[in-house]
């Protein structure tokens, strides 16, 4: 099983771009790297997800390098509602969640 | 219409009892999950169907015994509750992944509260 290592917490301003990195060096060759936001008091929703290179939708970016044994959620412009926990996954079925990464964003 | 429902969303109970936390989900997915988040809030993986067989059974005391009637449905039974079991439970599906994660739909939680 692939293991992912995130910073325990961030904190950030309004209006900045944030980026959060994921460490997973045993990602094996079909393992998709998957970006999930958890607000207090609701269950974890998917942003992003991505195999390889660079993944951007609507609210986020991914950025994988080529080795893919590290990963990048970039968030563009953060606003006080972004304030969550996001976790980062590897892999298939298996749907284990890390202990996520904490951000405050501040006014 | 809700993706993925849990019910109840909150059960406050004694001690000792047995009780049920039921799950639905209406995406036609294959697979489904449960988590239990606790005060510490580490989201821990307990259970995972795909199609009505068990694929995931976590290091999780025998009182909790999944059931799923249909692969829409995977309910939480609970029995002989204690105190430490108080926590947050999360339903969750998505379909099977073929090497990859697939995305996940939530359930909103139920809130276990053991007195």
């Known amino acids: 099983l692939a293991k992912t290592t995130q910073p325990i917490s961030m904190d950030s301003y309004e209006g900045q771009e944030v980026n959060i990195t994921c460490s997973h060096n045993?990602?094996?060759?079909?393992?998709?790297i998957t970006w999930y936001q958890q607000f207090p008091s609701q269950g974890p929703r998917f942003i992003i997800q991505?195999?390889?290179t660079k993944v951007t939708n609507e609210v986020a970016s991914l950025f994988i390098p080529a080795d893919r044994k590290s990963s990048t959620l970039s968030l563009p412009r953060v606003s006080l509602s972004d304030t969550a926990v996001y976790y980062c996954?590897?892999?298939?079925?298996?749907?284990?969640f890390g202990a996520g990464t904490r951000l405050t964003v501040k006014p | 219409d809700t993706a993925v429902s849990q019910t109840p969303k909150y059960l406050v109970t004694q001690m000792g009892n047995d009780k049920s936390i039921k799950c639905e989900q209406n995406?036609?997915?294959?697979?489904m999950y449960w988590y239990k988040q606790d005060s510490k809030k580490f989201l821990k993986i307990m259970f995972s169907y795909n199609n009505k067989e068990l694929i995931i059974n976590e290091t999780v005391p025998n009182r909790f015994s999944p059931k799923s009637p249909d692969k829409a449905h995977l309910n939480l039974h609970i029995n002989s509750l204690e105190l430490g079991d108080s926590a947050v439970y999360f339903c969750?599906?998505?379909?099977?992944?073929?090497?990859?994660?697939?995305?996940?739909?939530f359930g909103q939680g139920t809130r276990l509260t053991v007195v």
């Open positions: 969750a599906s998505s379909l099977p992944g073929q090497g990859a994660t697939t995305e996940a739909f």
């Open positions: 045993n990602i094996a060759t079909n393992d998709y």
């Open positions: 996954l590897v892999g298939g079925r298996d749907m284990r």
């Open positions: 991505g195999y390889k």
């Open positions: 995406l036609g997915h294959d697979t």
